[in-house]
C-alpha cells in the first residue's frame, strides 16, 4: 500500500501561470518531505524540501506546504517556464530511521506551454 | 564527470538469464540504494546499504540480490529475469548527513 500518493498522473499550464503540485500521505511517523524532479533519460534531482516542524518553505520559484494535519503537502511553482516540464515526485521520510528510506509517490508529469 | 555512475545504460535479455546491474559512485557516501521506475508506481525501494556487506531488503526486493564489497561499488542481480522486472532502475546516494538522494542517470532494462 503506497504510504505517499500523488493523485494527478500529469498537469498541463501555461508558461507564466502557477504550477500546484499535490501529494499526500498516510504514515504519521514521516516527518521530512522532499520533491525530485525528473527529465527523460536522467535520474531524479532534488528539487525542495520540508521538516515538519516548519509550514512552508520557498526556495526561488519554489514554495512547498506542508499540512500536518490534513497529511498534504503541495509544491507550487511560479512563474511556470517551459524547461520546468518535466516529472515531479513527492517524496518522505522518517529522520529517525537511520538508513534515511525515502519513499516516493508516483510522479506528475507536468508540461508547460507556450 | 559524474559521481554516480551505471553501468549498462540500456539491456534487454532473456527470461531466465541473470543479470548484473552496477553502480559506482565517486562521493564516498556510505549510504546506497537501488530503486525501480515503474509507470503508476513511481519509485520503489529494491535493496539498501550502510556500508561495505551491510545490506538490507527494501519493499520489492523478491528476485533480486546486492552485494557491496567496496564502497564505491553497489551491485544488483536479478538471479533468474522475468518480464515483471522489465523496469527502470536508479542507484542513489546520500552522505551521512543530510536527507536527500543523489541519483545515478538509470540503467533500463527489457526482459523478453
Known amino acids: 500500500d503506497q504510504q505517499v500518493k500523488q493523485n494527478s498522473p500529469s498537469l498541463s499550464v501555461q508558461e507564466g501561470r502557477i504550477s500546484i503540485l499535490n501529494c499526500d500521505y498516510t504514515?504519521?511517523?514521516?516527518?521530512?518531505f522532499l520533491w525530485y524532479k525528473k527529465y527523460p533519460a536522467e535520474g531524479p534531482t532534488f528539487l525542495i524540501s520540508?521538516?515538519?516542524?516548519?509550514d512552508k518553505n520557498e526556495d526561488g520559484r519554489f514554495t512547498v506546504f506542508l499540512n500536518k494535519s490534513a497529511k498534504h503537502l503541495s509544491l507550487h511553482i511560479v512563474p511556470s517556464q517551459p524547461g520546468d516540464s518535466a516529472v515531479y515526485f513527492c517524496?518522505?521520510?522518517?529522520?529517525?530511521?537511520?538508513?534515511?528510506?525515502?519513499?516516493f509517490g508516483a510522479g506528475t508529469q507536468v508540461v508547460v506551454t507556450p | 564527470d559524474a559521481g554516480i555512475t551505471q553501468s549498462p545504460r540500456h539491456k534487454v535479455t532473456e527470461t531466465g538469464t541473470p543479470v548484473t546491474l552496477r553502480c559506482h559512485q565517486t562521493e564516498n557516501h556510505r549510504y546506497m540504494y537501488w530503486y525501480r521506475q515503474d509507470p503508476g508506481h513511481g519509485l520503489r525501494l529494491i535493496h539498501y546499504s550502510y556500508g561495505v556487506k551491510d545490506t538490507d531488503k527494501g519493499e520489492v526486493s523478491d528476485g533480486y540480490s546486492v552485494s557491496r564489497s567496496k564502497t564505491e561499488d553497489f551491485l544488483l542481480t536479478l538471479e533468474s529475469a522475468t518480464s515483471s522486472q522489465t523496469s527502470v532502475y536508479f542507484c542513489?546516494?546520500?552522505?551521512?548527513?543530510?536527507?536527500?538522494?543523489?541519483f545515478g542517470s538509470g540503467t533500463r532494462l527489457t526482459v523478453v
Open positions: 517524496a518522505a521520510s522518517v529522520t529517525t530511521d537511520s538508513w534515511g528510506k525515502l519513499q
Open positions: 520540508i521538516s515538519s516542524i516548519k
Open positions: 504514515n504519521s511517523m514521516f516527518d521530512y
Open positions: 542513489a546516494t546520500r552522505a551521512l548527513t543530510g536527507h536527500g538522494y543523489t
